[in-house]
């Protein structure tokens, strides 16, 4: 079986190491996921840098969702999370973790992970869980 990732260059690595790659203005520090854009929107500079993001954060918001979708069976929970670098991520609850009680506020953390198998490939991109207190 294959591997490939989500989209192209969301991802370090698709392995278990892997971060999310977000682009940083280097004149007002404002920061950008996924990174694609040609300048900051903030101040106008061109002069943006690639980080990886810290993978921390809390959630903003999240809903259970009882109808499936093209890759999710039912039921799946997807959430809104603050990112640490002050950004917002939308991504699943990992399936391992459907029995936690979510909470807007907690802690979790951001993972690279198998996000579903299609046409015998495993597809990569992230997925949240619970996790430690920001720091």
């Keep these: 079986m294959g591997t490939r990732p989500i989209r192209e260059n ?4 698709m392995g278990a190491d892997g971060k999310l790659l977000a682009g940083k ?5 404002q920061v ?4 694609h854009t040609a300048f900051c929107f903030n101040c106008l ?3 943006l840098v690639e980080i990886y993001l810290s993978g921390q954060g809390v959630v903003h918001s999240y809903t259970r969702c009882e109808v499936a979708s093209e890759f999710f069976n039912p039921p799946y929970v997807c959430g809104v999370i603050d990112m640490e670098e002050g950004i917002k991520v939308f991504a699943p609850l990992h399936p391992e973790h ?3 009680t979510l909470e ?3 802690p979790v953390e951001i993972v690279v992970s198998v996000v579903w198998e299609v046409d015998n490939e ?3 991109g992230y997925h949240f869980r619970p996790g430690s207190t920001p720091g």
């Design 32 to 35: 950008y996921y996924p990174e």
């Design 10 to 13: 969301l991802l370090s690595s």
């Design 98 to 100: 459907m029995d936690v």
């Design 104 to 106: 807007v506020g907690m």
């Design 122 to 124: 495993s597809v990569i």
């Design 25 to 29: 203005c280097s004149a007002c520090g």
């Design 45 to 47: 500079s061109d002069e």
